[in-house]
């Protein structure tokens, strides 16, 4: 029996095509988010290459991934959405076929245990999205079997392609797809296994910083930028606004004295008021 395949489709057309249809998946609601790669570089940062190495380490997928990464360069990832233990896409291919990946949650004691080795090293959870992390951090975060990123067997797979294979050259271009995305929103990657990053950093620098604001007087470190630097929420306790304060004979303080120009007002103003001298009679 003779196989049919289904007739090449330029890349422009095939864009063209998507296009269409992306437009029309907009005016039914849909946010769409398309992955766009500038140059041949599908990933840039820690993060995004850290995902897309992470990938090429399996055999599984050394056969489809090739044919992923020239979809993805080709701006065939229409739309990627990256959820807690879910990733979607819309890929063009011949037609607009839809991918779904179910990724599973890190294990709570594979968690604990890249915690404990990775506790009092990273100081700021901006430090940590940037990737601006020690040599012994970054292997512990990418280590293949224990790290953040996911293996074969934590990833269930589906696209809508008549494609057999498990991971078809759509799902290809997806997985890809998700590490451009991790240079824009590297904390996709933690609610994608279900784990907060801020656990990663380290307490004792938090408690640092507000420490050393708190020590200067007149300066106080803003809520909103610890909240930034460290990815979590400091509430600082807030006095009631008095009025001032008045000296009492038991409070031990001694009055301040006031200006002499506020002296000579005070005179001034009492001698105004002092009533006017009679004439002597003689």
Known sequence: MAWSWAPYIPVAQRRAQAAREMARLERK???????????RRIAQTFW??????????????????????????SGAVCHLEIGSGQISGKVSGSELYDVRLKIRALPADKWARLKSRCVGQVSSALELLQGRLSDRVMSVVTDRDQGL??????????????????????????LYGVGARLDESPELLFLLRGVDYNQLVSRASVRAVV?????????????????EVF???VTQSRQPAEGPTVPSARSGRRPVAPSRAAAKASQSAAHARRPGKRSRRR
């Open 29 to 39: 609601g849909l946010k769409v988010q398309p992955v766009r790669i500038a140059g």
């Open 149 to 174: 990123f996911p293996g074969p067997r934590e990833m269930t797979m589906s696209c809508s392609c008549p494609d057999w294979a498990t991971m078809c050259k759509h799902v290809a271009a997806v």
């Open 231 to 233: 990815g979590i929420d």
């Open 211 to 227: 420490g050393r604001a708190a020590s200067r007087p007149g300066r106080r470190l803003r809520e909103d930028v610890i909240g």
């Open 48 to 73: 995004g290459e850290g995902w897309c190495r992470h990938l090429e380490k399996f055999s599984d997928f050394e056969n489809r991934l090739p044919r992923g990464r020239t979809y993805v360069r």
